[in-house]
């Protein structure tokens, strides 16, 4: 078995890289910690960006297998959540996209938003970004990250 690990299913259309899929070339083991020569996602020719108009609802379009999308500076009351569609034609009913805040535009609100997928459509995507906070507004231009993870039809 040595040191092969199970990714899933990609597309070889995608610009996965990351050596050999299914196995990852260690170079250095302290203690139980292997260290990799190379890490496995896709190249930058597969990642876009893309900025949020008008407010935090609008939807955005960005064809790309991973990306960062910039929130609009809108307002979002504490306990609020905001949906937006994300439309990209790589997306299909069997994928999987994952999603997480890369950044917000204060050091003082980190862990103050949540973001997950709320629903799954063939080339779009349901986005909802939450305010964690009780009672408390923020105006920032958050970011999200998202991946998409192909899964097989």
Excluded: W
């Amino acid at each position: 078995m040595g040191n092969t690990k199970s990714i899933g299913v990609a597309y070889s259309d995608q610009d996965i890289d990351g050596g050999t899929i299914g196995a990852v070339t260690p170079t250095t083991v302290v203690g139980t910690t292997v260290y990799a020569t190379t890490e496995i996602g896709y190249t930058s020719t597969a990642q876009g960006a893309v900025t949020q108009a008008t407010s935090k609802s609008t939807g955005v379009t960005l064809n790309n297998s991973a990306g960062r999308i910039t929130m609009n500076n809108a307002a979002l009351a504490g306990a609020t959540a905001v949906s937006f569609i994300l439309t990209n034609s790589l997306i299909s009913v069997n994928d999987t996209i994952i999603v997480c805040v890369s950044s917000n535009t204060t050091g003082s609100t980190a862990g103050a938003y949540t973001t997950y997928v709320s629903y799954l459509a063939a080339g779009s995507a349901l986005i909802t970004l939450r305010n964690l906070t009780a009672a408390t507004s923020y105006s920032e231009a958050v970011i999200i990250n998202f991946s998409i993870i192909h899964g097989a039809s």
